[in-house]
């Protein structure tokens, strides 16, 4: 059983946490189905208020940074919030200690700018938002990868933006569980892609 845990804060990117979110908890009810142990799939926020996204969706998180499970995988998102979290060092320190015991660390679109600014993404080779980019290739030690839709180094996985992220979540299914049951979820979310996910990447 996985546990994961995606963070949200005030102006994310709705599809950002959204799309993983489908793919990670599709998975988790496929397993329930064929007789599997379920996955827990949770939200997590600063504090326990109503989360306001950025296109106005609401979201009431399950847990704060302060009272959540342990996780084996930490999705951070993007969105325009993520101008003002970068400099919130109550939640770069969470997210920094978090990832350390975390099997992946993950990003979608700007949330790359939090993974670098928290620690975990530092020095690696990552992927964005084609609009913010080159202000992620700023610093000197990441290598900023454009022409693929998410990028792997290590244990940490990014993706560029918005709908990259249901993509990655894919991949990462495949990982964790295998390539039968990813494939299995974008059959059931109906997600068809061009190319159709693939295993190899």
Known sequence: MT??????????EELDFVGPWEVFTASSMLNGIEGRPA????????HFDPVRCAKGLRVLPDHTIDDHPDLDLLLV????????????????????SV??????????????????AAGPGQGKR???HWG?????????????????????????VSSQGVSAGIDMALW???????????RA????????????????V
């Open 185 to 200: 979820v974008q059959r059931w979310i109906q997600y068809e892609p061009a190319p159709p996910y693939q295993a190899e």
């Open 172 to 182: 990462l299914v495949g990982q964790i569980e295998s390539p039968t049951q990813a």
């Open 132 to 156: 913010f980019a080159d202000t992620l290739a700023e610093h000197d030690d990441i290598e900023v990868v454009n022409d693929f839709r998410w990028v792997r180094d290590g244990n940490v």
């Open 3 to 12: 546990t994961f845990g995606l963070l949200i804060f005030p102006d994310v």
């Open 99 to 116: 990832s350390a015991n975390c099997t992946w660390v993950t990003s979608v679109c700007t949330g790359a700018l939090l993974l670098y």
């Open 77 to 96: 998102p993007g969105g325009q919030g993520t101008r003002s979290e970068q400099h919130n060092q109550r939640l770069l320190s969470w997210i920094s």
């Open 39 to 46: 996955d827990t799939v949770i939200t997590i926020a600063e």
């Open 126 to 128: 990552m992927a964005t």
